[in-house]
């Protein structure tokens, strides 16, 4: 007997949870569109909030300076184009290989390029230099730093750029 009143009260309990699941499923939904209209809401004022010039001038001068941060790190447009072109002459000028018919994956005498940047109060100085070329400098020019300066022209193993 016992047993049959504690299964009798677990339905009884099941049955109080589940008494109006239409009603429940009411309030949830009821509740969903509560929420959508408070983010609608916030949504509108956002977007008449970013109307404001105020904001959308302290915005402008949020990118410049995040432009002015980020210039240092990187080249611009124009700079690339000038470092491609230095580049390709480059490569075609002192890392030319036998013409074999057809592309190979690796070139075994191309040229590796280093990018050096030196920050000032002045400006950012930029540099690329084939660190192939600049250890053929090193080893021909046997500790003079003079003969190491000639030998960088003669291979034109570097590329300076950037703002001073």
Request: aromatic share 10%.
């Amino acid at each position: 007997m016992d047993k049959v009143d504690k299964t009798e009260e677990k339905i009884a309990g099941r049955a109080i949870l589940y008494r109006n699941p239409e009603g429940i499923v009411e309030e949830l939904l009821a509740y969903v569109e509560h929420l959508e209209e408070q983010r609608d809401k916030a949504w509108a004022e956002v977007r008449e909030w970013n109307k404001d010039s105020e904001i959308q001038h302290a915005k402008e001068q949020e990118r410049a300076a995040y432009l002015k941060l980020s210039k240092g790190f990187a080249p611009d447009d124009d700079q690339w184009e000038k470092i491609n072109e230095w580049e390709k002459k480059h490569t075609e000028k002192y890392h030319k290989e036998p013409d074999v018919g057809y592309l190979t994956k690796k070139r075994l005498n191309g040229p590796n390029y280093s990018y050096q940047f030196e920050y000032s109060p002045i400006g950012t100085l930029g540099a690329v230099v084939c660190t192939v070329c600049e250890r053929k400098a090193l080893k021909r020019c046997l500790g003079n730093e003079a003969v190491y300066e000639e030998l960088m022209k003669k291979y034109d193993a570097n590329f300076m750029f950037g703002e001073v």
